[in-house]
Structures are given as C-alpha cells and as structure tokens.
C-alpha cells in the first residue's frame, strides 16, 4: 500500500481520516497514489491558518512575495518533466501537452512574480484645495480557490499566483480526479519558502471541501472554474454570504467556417480546437459552423483527418490524444454521442476503443442543427457538431445563438469577414484562423454569459479580482 499524499495545512503536511485512490484513466492497473479526502475539520484548520498568516503576508514587502513567486516559477521548471509525467497519467492528456500546460503553470509564477512588485495605485489631487487623494489596492484576506480537473496544474497556478501576489493567503482545493499535480503545486510552495499558512491545500470532496469552503464567513472571495451547474450554487452561496466570486464555467465555443478560408488552415485549427487533449476544454470547438459553398469538401477533409488522429496511452511520443479523463465522463459522452444519431445527425465515430482504458473515437454530428441538444449543452469530450449555413450573417447569429460566450473563431481569407466576426461575436475571447483554444498567460482569459462571471483570469487583469480599491484622502492643512 502506498504512502497516502497528505493535506497541506499552515505549513505542516497533515493526514486526513479517509483517502481516495487517484489512477490513470489510460490504465486502470496504473495506480499513482492515494491521496488524503479532507472534512470540514481540515477546512476550519486550513481557514484559521490562513487567517493568522495572511496580514504578515499581505502587509509584508512586495519583495518577499516577488521572490517567493519566482522560486516556484523556477521549480515548477525544474520539475517540468516529473510534473508532465504525473498530469498526463492522472488527467489523461499527451505528454507533450502535459509539459506544455506545466511549463505554463512556471511561466504564470514568473509573470506573477513581476506583478506582485508594481503597484497599480494612483495619486490624484481633489477638487477640493489643498487634499490628495490616493487610490489603493490591498489585498482580500482569504480566498478559496476551487479548480477542476482538467487543467489540473495551469488552473490552480493562474489563481494562486495573482492570489499569492496580491498578499492574499490561500486555501485550494484541487479536483477530486486529479489531487496530484495541486499536491506538487503546494510542495513547491513549500520549497519557495512560501511562509506557512499562507498557502493551504484541503483536497476531498466538491460537496465539502468545496461548499465548506464557500459557507466560512472568514474566507472574503472564491474563485471558482469548473462546470455551470455548480458554480451556480457557488454564486448562490457567495451572494448570501457577501463574498466576492469569481466564476469561469462551460462553453459551447463555434468556430465559422467561410468558403474563402484556406481549408489547410480551417481544418488544423478545427481539428485542434475540437479534438486535442480530447476534447477536453472549456475553449474547445464544439460547434462548426461551415458555409455551404465548402461545407461537403470541409466535412471530407476533416473526417480524414480525424481518422488519421492517433490515440493511444499519453506517455508514448507518437500519442497525439489520450483518453477521456474517468469512466462517468466517458458515458455521457457515449450518451451523447448516441443522443446526436437520435437527432437525426450523421454520426462519423465516436464509439469506445476495444482497449483497457477509457478510450473514445473522436466524433463528429454531420447535419447537425444549432437548435439541437447537442449543439446546445458542453459535452466536454472529443465530439462536435457540424452545422451548414448559407452566408457570413448566418455563420454570425448562428455563433452567437448559445447561452455560452467563451471563446469562437472564424477562418477566412476576408479581411471584411474576420473584421466584422471579431466585432459581432459575443464571446470573451475571439480567433482568426487559429483554434478557439489556445489563450497566452499574459492576457486576459474570460467570457461572456453562461461562461465567466465576475472579472477576468490571467494577464494584468487577474489581479483586479485579488484585490479591493481603496479611496483615501489627506488634509495637509
Ligand atoms: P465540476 O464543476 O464538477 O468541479 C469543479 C470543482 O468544483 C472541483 O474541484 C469539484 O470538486 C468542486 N465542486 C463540486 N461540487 C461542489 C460544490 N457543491 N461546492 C463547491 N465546490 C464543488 O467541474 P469539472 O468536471 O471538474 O470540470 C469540468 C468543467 O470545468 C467543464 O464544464 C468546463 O467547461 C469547465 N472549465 C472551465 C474553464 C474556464 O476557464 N471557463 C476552464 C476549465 C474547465
């Protein structure tokens, strides 16, 4: 039996009650370790240790937390190739993939380090003779951060770094699916010299960890990424509690295909966006939406290339998509997959691989219409609807019809097109000729909608969420 991973707790590694098992969904003999399922006692503890480390934290020198942040910008670089290893085992995505996402996660913890020392404040002079004002920022306090399992080491850095630089302390709590990489996140806190209490991990369940951590009144915001239906309650639970939240949830992300795109072009940014790390993105392309002058001569090209995708175990070089993350997601998609053949859709793959592993074909829903359920709700796996249209205006209302607004994209060689696309979309993030994921740390990342709630993440930007305006006047008389 293997060491059980523990909770990290105001600076002290500390065992939990119970523990839960955390294996590859490539290899379901491929255990990587148990890891500790906290309670509401482990919250209470964590908040408490945040609580008293916090104001040293935040009032303390920019410099300490400059450094800080750089020293776990440079482990987590040091440790890319174990980090990459243990996300593409636990979450399921190629190495290559992996590695990217925890060389990302560094480069987060550098860009944060730079902001934790420039202050955004502002000195005005009144109206009034003789008073100044200065406008401030200061940090929350406590924030929870909540992360799903999908990006299970860029999403808790792109919360913790801002969060950690703006004198905030932490207390995080990873996605039940994949603990491990946030585990690794808080060793290399640890080892940066990140004073204790000021960075916490309770991992468990959604439904206590998560929710105890939005009912303590001693925890000011949470920034919470993760599916609609739950960071609806959240949102319920923060208003209540008068919290300030943060909310980046689903999307149903169309990428416009135009009869004067290159169909090169077109199909690789559809074949990304829809179809690597398995589809598996909150700015995956789910809807392609193609004008019927290409559409067939689209449709044949991509299916080919689809077919031609390798799957296989994320550890291998030549893996281009993994597996799906856990055998309950792999079901609803089956379940959708199934669902768009009801429609009325022409279904090309989809189907589960003969293979241990919760492995899925990639799918496309031919003929699909925008009105369908399947072109309506996030699936989140490695499906996506093709739907015709007759011209630009119709490519446009049709992206646009989603109660999402996460990310979209058009190809085309029109410069009138790819102009009035990127004034028209209702989304938070817009592409031409390039995938509808794909978003550089040093930018804002966000939607619109059912999407994104309250501010953005990443770039300048997220440091809006991680800290409160001050006004403050003087009478130097
Ligand atoms: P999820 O909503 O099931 O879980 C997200 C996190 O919330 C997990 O840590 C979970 O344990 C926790 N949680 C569950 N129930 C809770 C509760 N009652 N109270 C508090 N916390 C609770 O989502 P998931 O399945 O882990 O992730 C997939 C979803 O995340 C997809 O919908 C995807 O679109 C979304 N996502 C969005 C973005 C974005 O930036 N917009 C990025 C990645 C993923």
Known sequence: MSEIKRNFIGGQWCAAAEASENRSPANPDDLIGLYARGNQADVEAAVAAAKAAQPGWGRGSPQLRSDVLRRAGDLLLARNDALGRLLAREEGKTLAEAKGEALRAAQLFHFYAGEAVRDPGEKLNSIRDGVEVDVMREPLGVVGLITPWNFPIAIPAWKAAPALAAGNAVVMKPADLTPGCAHVLAEVLEEAGCPPGVFNLVMGRGSEIGAALVQTPEVAAISFTGSERVGRGIA??????????????????????????DLDIAVNACLNGAFFSTGQRCTASSRLIVEDRIH??????LAAAMGALRL?????AETQIGPVVSEGQLAGNLDNVRLAGEEGCEVVGGQRLNRPGSFQAPALFVNARNDMRTSREEIFGPCASVIRVADFDEALAVANDTPYGLSSGICTGSLKYATAFRRGSKAGMVMVNLPTAGVDYHVPFGGRGASSLGGREQGRMAMDFYTSVKTAYTFAG
């Open 312 to 316: 296989g175990d994320p550890l291998e």
């Open 236 to 261: 319920a639970g923060c208003a209540a509690g008068m919290k300030k939240v943060q909310l980046e949830m689903g999307g149903k992300n169309p990428m416009v295909v135009m009869a004067d795109a």
């Open 296 to 301: 067939d001569a689209f449709v044949e090209k």
